[in-house]
């Protein structure tokens, strides 16, 4: 497992952009595929994007494509999650999540059990 702290959350107002960071320690981290999440209050956690290890796939929530942007810098062992065009709805805690697996499809790593890793999470809050 890797040690996952993120940081970059902030009250901003709708259609304010938003850098979160999200660095890695204690193993290999270009051996990881990178995902995001959030969850906003009373809500079940939801998947918000996906990194390869190679940077060289990406997948997002049908909710945030276009908006959003994972990228990482496997030197400085940080994901990030550029976000622009912010909403209210947007407001939650977003966490970041590593996994070493393999699976057929980016699909799979949608789903939480696919982690084995997870940061505390940083607080977004979006006004309108």
């Known amino acids: 497992q890797v040690h996952l702290v993120e940081s970059g959350g902030r009250l901003v107002q709708a259609g304010d952009s938003l850098t979160l960071s999200c660095v890695a320690s204690?193993?290999?981290?270009?051996?990881?595929?990178m995902g995001w999440f959030r969850q906003a209050p009373g809500k079940a956690r939801e998947f918000v994007a996906v990194?390869?290890?190679?940077?060289?796939?990406?997948y997002y929530a049908d909710s945030v494509e276009g908006r959003f942007f994972i990228s990482r810098d496997n030197a400085k062992n940080t994901v990030f999650l550029q976000m622009d065009s912010l909403k209210p709805e947007d407001t939650a805690i977003y966490l970041c999540?590593?996994?070493?697996?393999?699976?057929?499809?980016?699909?799979?790593?949608?789903?939480?059990?696919?982690?084995?890793?997870w940061g505390q999470g940083t607080q977004v809050t979006v006004s309108s």
């Open positions: 999540a590593a996994t070493d697996r393999w699976r057929p499809t980016w699909s799979y790593y949608r789903r939480e059990i696919e982690y084995d890793s």
């Open positions: 204690g193993r290999t981290f270009s051996g990881y595929h």
């Open positions: 990194i390869s290890w190679t940077s060289g796939t990406f």
